[in-house]
Each structure stands twice: as structure tokens, then as C-alpha cells.
């Protein structure tokens, strides 16, 4: 099957998507990782003020298969989490680019989202 790869967004190798508006990044997981995960069952958030580095585990979600942790794509402070996917982790299944998303951070560094790769690059990466 093949993944949904929005154009209006940015990914993380480790298969964390990013819509910025503004200053603030809003983080999910890809609708490839959440099709590898299968049925995510759990997802800790982190605790809004927490100061995050590009890279750094700041997040858990759980499947029927196994636990992985989510990476902030950039750095910054965490100033927004998405209650709705604590009470429902099905969201992450049934709406990864939607009402799936895990976390907002407020960029420390704009430039840092160049980084990440193109929605082509992403492609190319998981063979879409």
C-alpha cells in the first residue's frame, strides 16, 4: 500500500512529519510509520515547557507490536500537546496528518526546519 506523503510538509528520517505556522511546529507521525507501527494502542506526550533538541526522544508511542520513540524534528520549547491522542491513539492510525498529531514546539532555530527532508527526498526514502 502506499503512504500518503503530503507536499505542504517536512520529515525527519525517523518518520516524524512538520507543519510549521509561524514560529510553531506542529509534529506527527507519518502515515508509513503509523502503517509499520499498526494498531497504535498508547502515546505519551511530553509536558508543555520542556526545551527540546532536533534529535532528542521527546515522545512514546505504542502498538500492538512494539514501543518507539518519537524524536522532535527541531529544537525548541514544547508549548502545545494533543490531549486527543492520549485518550484516542487510534487518531494516529485513522488521521496521521490530521487530528493524529502529537506535539507543537516553538522554534528556537526556523532554519533547522531546512534541514528536514523534502516531501521527494521523503519519498525516495521510504520507496513511494
Same mark, same amino acid.
Given at each position: ?10 520529515y ?11 514560529d ?7 502515515d508509513?510509520?503509523q ?12 509536558a ?16 500492538v507490536?512494539?514501543?518507539s520513540?518519537?524524536?522532535? %524534528? ?8 494533543n490531549?486527543?491522542v492520549s485518550?484516542n %491513539? ?5 488521521a ?6 502529537f ?20 519519498k525516495?526514502?521510504i520507496?513511494a
Amino acid at each position: 500500500m502506499s503512504s500518503q506523503v503530503p507536499s505542504d510538509l517536512r520529515y525527519a528520517k525517523s518518520h516524524e512529519w512538520v507543519r510549521v505556522n509561524g514560529d510553531v511546529a506542529t509534529v506527527g507521525i507519518t502515515d508509513h510509520a503509523q502503517h509499520e507501527l499498526t494498531d497504535v494502542v498508547f502515546v505519551e506526550l511530553p509536558a508543555v515547557g520542556r526545551v527540546v533538541k532536533a534529535g532528542e526522544g521527546c515522545s512514546v508511542v505504542e502498538s500492538v507490536k512494539t514501543a518507539s520513540d518519537i524524536y522532535a %524534528p527541531v529544537s525548541g520549547e514544547i508549548v502545545g500537546v494533543n490531549a486527543a491522542v492520549s485518550a484516542n %491513539p487510534a487518531l494516529v492510525n485513522t488521521a496521521p496528518f490530521g487530528d493524529g498529531w502529537f506535539l507543537q514546539i516553538k522554534l528556537s532555530n526556523a532554519a533547522e526546519v531546512e534541514n528536514l527532508l523534502t516531501p521527494e527526498a521523503y519519498k525516495a526514502q521510504i520507496g513511494a
